[in-house]
């Protein structure tokens, strides 16, 4: 499947593009060395704008332009992981998805942050969840916190949807206070103490926790779009997950095509359910656009990972406590409930109640 085509974007849209970039980009200072990766299937104006943005503020951006990847989750060309290493961040724009926990973007730990900002459009970015202004972020990192006070004393999720969705997960085993120390941070910052910039990403909202693997049971329903296929479905797609793996995937085309997919660039793990159950906290961001970087991020949404993810693998040391895999696949339940130990209803029905 070919991705979402983008007709009648006009250059003067470079306007208020340039405009909602000034709030990611409000840190970057003259000398800072940034790369911008991006691939040939991403629009022009996107990265143009970026690199407009970075440049305006006296930095050094560099473009590093590559062939589309194969897959989601798949690293950038080596090339682009070695410039990585001598810039001061890193703007991700690829069109597909990219995450923290691949062998590529590990090795950049502790030298460049990776500023996730793939499959961003020129509409996502002035007109919904990527037009957010700093009142926006700041208002959206309190409710993030908030979360993540509940997740860090919380030993199990349920996750609901009326579409059928209902699954439960042990999400106990994180470091002391890892969750408010994560959410607590606004994205794009400088460490006042060693001038270094910081991680974020952009479109911005979202407050995950990882499962335990081996202890996802119940039913999970895509019910709106996925990493793959892309686009606003016809049919949602319901997955059957027996202690922490998923064992059956059933709907309509879609299904058949994720099931060619992780057939095709999977490996066993794959099929584990180690990935993010992600909370969106973005007000701006549209319902039901078909597009992951803003269905992911929407006020009361929430994506769910099978594969890998990368929180567990950051802190564990036992390789039996994360999942490893070669492809992670995100999908969307739309209007989420969320409850925690029973008893505390962080989301119900796509409205957070903390």
Known sequence: MVMIERYGIPSTKIIPLMKSLQVPFRNVQPGDKIVVWTDDAMDPLVWQGVMAAINERGAQPTLCLFPKLQHHNADPPAAAIEAAKVSDAVAGLTTTCLNSGTPG????????PVWLMEENTVEILTEGGGSATL??????VAVQTRIGEIYDRAKKIRILSDYGTDLT??????????HVQRRSKMPFDRDPKTGRLGGGNWTFGEVHVEPVPGTANGTVVWDTTAHYPPGLWRDPVKLAIKDGRVVDI??????????????RYGDENCYAVGGEMGLGTNPRCAPRT?????????YGSMHFGIGHGADRFRFEKDPSKYVASNVRLEGIIDRVTVVVDDNIVVCEDGEIRV
């Open 135 to 140: 009142k926006d972020v700041e208002e959206m």
């Open 105 to 112: 973007l590990r090795s950049l730990k502790n030298q460049a």
């Open 169 to 178: 997960a042990d999400i106990s085993g994180y470091p002391k206070d890892y």
């Open 250 to 263: 059933s709907g309509g085309s879609e299904a058949k095509l994720i099931k060619d997919y992780l057939k």
């Open 290 to 298: 078909g597009n992951m970087r803003s269905d992911k991020k929407r």
